[in-house]
């Protein structure tokens, strides 16, 4: 397990979601955030309670700019980030747009693995967080 600079959050995990919007306790050390992007399709799950999202890495249909933030990832826990992300995603290296304004830069991201279960919905603009909103639909929580 390699410690990765910087990671990529797209949904629960960003600041405001999920947990209640609090902080979730596993995120110590986590640097602070800044806006970023990523190509992908991106698509919400439902759970018991509440929505997580599905970062797929494509260019084909469905493909949208994903909207997260980048962090400083040097001081977290990366195994219990890694616990709380499961089986379904796999941590991997993937091109971010945002972070110095300068064009890509390589973060470490979840990306989806598994099948996409049924429920699934698309998330045609990106955004995650704007899509709660748009849907009236609540973030998992844990």
């Not at 699934?120 to 704007?130: K, S």
């Amino acid at each position: 397990m390699t410690q990765p600079a910087h990671l990529f959050f797209y949904g629960v995990l960003q600041d405001g979601l999920g947990l209640d919007g609090g902080d979730w306790p596993f995120l110590q050390g986590l640097g602070l955030g800044a806006p970023a992007t990523t190509q992908g399709a991106l698509f919400a799950i439902p759970a018991e309670s509440g929505w997580y999202p599905a970062l797929i890495l494509t260019t084909a249909q469905h493909s949208t700019i994903v909207h997260g933030s980048i962090h400083e990832a040097s001081a977290v826990d990366i195994a219990a980030v890694d616990a709380f992300e499961g089986e379904d995603y796999t941590r991997q290296s993937i091109p971010i747009d945002g972070w110095d304004g300068y064009g890509d830069t390589e973060a470490q991201a979840y990306v989806w693995t598994a099948d996409l279960p049924e429920g699934a919905e698309p998330i045609a603009n990106g955004d995650f967080a704007q899509w709660l909103n748009d849907t009236g639909r609540r973030a998992y929580s844990g």
